[in-house]
């Protein structure tokens, strides 16, 4: 039972890890995507074609245990805003990917410390 425990611990820390990268690469991907694209300056249609079509393709990842979705989410996120020209791509990207990159490190940082206070709590 012991063995379970443990390799399950490893498993869920590799897990982690993989999400903590997997998750700001996406993002980063769907957002250089997204400005690519606005770059184009696409015709609204082609553009709504476009939004379904990336919308559709991230629906048939969204239950994967790979952090995939975030790139199709970011990709939709920008190319809205910057439809609007309500911003500089600039500022979107570093907003979206920063806000991110916040995000993860916040998380990691909770998945450190709260297996030890647990283990301190439990005593």
Same mark, same amino acid.
């Given at each position: 039972?012991k063995?379970s425990? /443990? /390799?399950?611990?490893v498993?869920k820390?590799?897990m982690? #890890?993989t999400r903590? %990268?997997?998750? $700001?690469?996406? +993002? +980063? *991907?769907?957002?250089?995507?997204? !400005?690519a694209? *606005?770059a184009?300056? $696409?015709? $609204?249609?082609?553009?709504? #074609? @476009?939004?379904? +079509? !990336?919308?559709?393709l991230?629906?048939?990842? /969204?239950?994967?245990? %790979?952090? +995939?979705? $975030? ?8 190319? =809205? =805003? @910057? ?17 991110t =990159?916040?995000?993860?490190a916040?998380?990691l940082?909770? /998945? *450190? !410390? ?10």
């Amino acid at each position: 039972r012991k063995e379970s425990s /443990a /390799a399950s611990d490893v498993y869920k820390r590799q897990m982690l #890890i993989t999400r903590g %990268w997997g998750r $700001p690469v996406a +993002v +980063v *991907a769907g957002a250089l995507l997204a !400005i690519a694209v *606005a770059a184009l300056h $696409p015709l $609204p249609a082609v553009s709504a #074609i @476009l939004l379904v +079509v !990336i919308l559709t393709l991230g629906t048939g990842t /969204a239950g994967s245990r %790979w952090y +995939v979705f $975030p790139l199709f989410s970011t990709f939709i996120v920008l190319s =809205l =805003l @910057l439809l609007e020209d309500s911003g500089t791509p600039a500022h979107w990207f570093v907003e979206r990917v920063g806000m991110t =990159l916040v995000g993860v490190a916040l998380a990691l940082a909770a /998945a *450190a !410390i709260v297996p030890r206070v647990a283990r301190r709590v439990r005593r």
